[in-house]
């Protein structure tokens, strides 16, 4: 299959045949390369395909195929906590690229991901940060500008949950933008930060550099608004939204829906509105009220998704 053409609906298909034949490594080599060029997150069927094929001696696979798989698997195996199999494709990768600063990060998210699990004790979790922000050092030491390093930086700090942590991810992730500007989703992480830090502002700054990369993106739209609100910036708040809910207008765009929602009864509640700017907030409160409602429909037709139908219309009426 040309990647061009996959879907994810090839996934599936190629999961129910792995379902009927498990041992089939043509099977287990098709969904693997499948997941890869998707881009599709499933460490299951990774798993699932890829420990049997490799332990068959990856039968079928080209010579640079079989470490890509390795890595694939490798990967899904850190997610799956399955860290014995983690350390036997990993070291498999150390001794074919021993000097390779990709495996040396690979090192580090084994370190971090054991820091991460569920049950680990907050003194163990630290000492594995410490270990994974060790080997990005020694990554960083080779190659100052690494990416990859540079992010997981970010994600150890932010692993370690302290406000003394975050700080240091925040100035970890401005680093990084210095020399990645145009990275969307690190500025929108950037504003997360911010927020959890309670400093407004800066989210708003990050959130518009967010918009001007990614003005097609309605989440950002909206992730602005919401931060405006917070702000007070009610009219302005209002025209993210109404973008956002342009962008898209689905269902799925919920929280968009709201938002018009409490901005412009909040604009409605303020003095000094011409006629005018009064009937324009009325009409932009109906749109906001009306794709809200249809959000709360498309709910699951049960006496719970009912009932929730009713509270939003009673809500929306006292509006």
Not at 234 to 252: D, F, G, I, M, V
């Amino acid at each position: 299959m040309a990647a061009a053409t996959l879907r994810q609906a090839d996934v599936e298909e190629l999961e129910t045949k792995l379902n009927t034949h498990p041992e089939d490594s043509a099977i287990q080599r098709k969904l693997l390369a499948c997941l890869r060029a998707l881009k599709t997150r499933r460490p299951d069927l990774v798993a699932r395909a890829g420990l049997p094929l490799l332990a068959g001696g990856g039968r079928g696979l080209g010579k640079s195929e079989v470490w890509d798989v390795r890595e694939q698997v490798y990967l899904a195996c850190l997610e799956l906590h399955m860290w014995d199999h983690a350390e036997g494709q990993l070291d498999q990768l150390q001794a074919k690229f021993p000097k390779s600063v990709r495996v040396k990060g690979l090192q580090g998210m084994m370190s971090e991901a054991k820091g991460g699990a569920s049950g680990v004790s907050k003194a163990d979790a630290t000492k594995h940060y410490e270990a994974a922000l060790g080997v990005y050092k020694e990554v960083l030491e080779e190659d100052p500008a690494n990416a990859f390093a540079l992010k997981r930086k970010v994600c150890c700090m932010r692993g370690l949950g302290s406000p003394e942590a975050l700080a240091t991810a925040v100035g970890y992730l401005n680093e990084y933008l210095e020399l990645y500007p145009t990275d969307v989703e690190s500025w929108r992480e950037l504003s997360e930060a911010y927020l959890e830090q309670g400093h407004v502002e800066a989210a708003k700054f990050a959130l518009e550099e967010c918009l001007m990369l990614s003005p097609v993106n309605y989440i950002n739209h909206t992730m602005l608004a919401d931060t405006l609100y917070t702000l007070g910036d009610h009219a302005t708040a209002r025209k993210y939204y109404a973008q956002s809910l342009e962008l898209n207008n689905t269902p799925t765009n919920a929280r968009a829906a709201l938002g018009m929602v409490l901005c412009t009864t909040a604009i409605n509640g303020k003095r000094g509105a011409t006629q005018e700017e009064k009937t324009n907030n009325g009409a932009l409160f109906e749109v906001g009220k009306t794709a809200l409602v249809e959000s709360y429909e498309h709910l699951p037709p049960n006496n719970a998704g009912k009932e929730v139908v009713k509270l939003a219309r009673r809500w929306l009426k006292m509006a």
